[in-house]
Structure formats: structure tokens, C-alpha cells
């Protein structure tokens, strides 16, 4: 099984519950979670371009928003199905346009999670 690099903002009140369901999921613990929020991070992109999108890495190849969440999902065992049915490219589109929706609101959403 390949090894699943993700990153994330560690300090989005969002972003955190998030990750902290994830870690609980990844029973085989195969995901590296790495927090950029702090600004000493290492960051293989951008930093500003990586807090604004979610990134992970698989294989190697560093993946942005639907497809990083899938790759991400195909590491824990319970959320696997979802990530191989997102190896669809029409799939990952329609998973795309609503990432991308989601992130209009994610502003609004961290306010509320404050």
C-alpha cells in the first residue's frame, strides 16, 4: 500500500476535527498528517496556495482537493470504496465542483466552529 502524505491547517477549528476523525479512522496508520499552519512549516508547494486547498501526496504525486481527499480515503481501510469509486474521472469532477463549493463557505464554517 502506498504511503499517503497529508497536509493540513492546523489551526482551521474545520480543518481540525476533520483530521482528528481521519487519524482515527487510519487504523493502519498509513497517513502521514503534517500541519502547515505553523510558519516554520515545510511545505512542498506554496504554503499560502496549500492552506488554501487541501493537498495530499500518493505515490509521490502530490494531488490537490477532490483527488487529494480520495487519496486519502483509499488509505483507511473503512473509506477505501469511496476512494477507489473516485478514481472515476466523472466522479472526481462532480467530487471536485463540490469541494469546490464547499470552499466558499469553508470561511463561514470556521467562524462558526470558533
Known amino acids: 500500500m502506498a504511503k499517503v502524505i497529508v497536509w493540513y491547517d492546523g489551526a482551521c477549528p474545520l ?3 476533520e483530521i482528528a476523525l481521519m487519524r482515527r479512522l487510519d487504523t ?7 500541519d502547515i499552519a505553523p510558519a516554520d512549516a515545510v511545505c512542498p508547494l506554496d504554503r499560502e496556495l496549500m492552506l488554501a486547498r487541501f493537498h495530499a501526496s500518493e505515490d509521490g504525486v502530490i494531488l490537490s482537493g477532490a483527488a487529494a481527499f480520495a487519496a486519502m480515503w483509499r488509505a483507511i481501510p473503512l473509506l477505501k470504496p469511496l476512494g477507489l469509486i473516485a478514481r472515476n474521472h466523472l466522479v472526481l469532477k462532480l467530487l471536485e ?3 469546490n463549493r464547499f470552499l466558499i463557505i469553508r470561511p ?7
Request: aromatic share 10%; with cysteine.
Open 108 to 114: 463561514r464554517l470556521q467562524k462558526l466552529l470558533d
Open 15 to 17: 480543518c481540525i476535527r
Open 97 to 99: 465542483r463540490l469541494y
Open 28 to 34: 493502519r496508520r498509513s497517513i502521514d498528517f503534517l
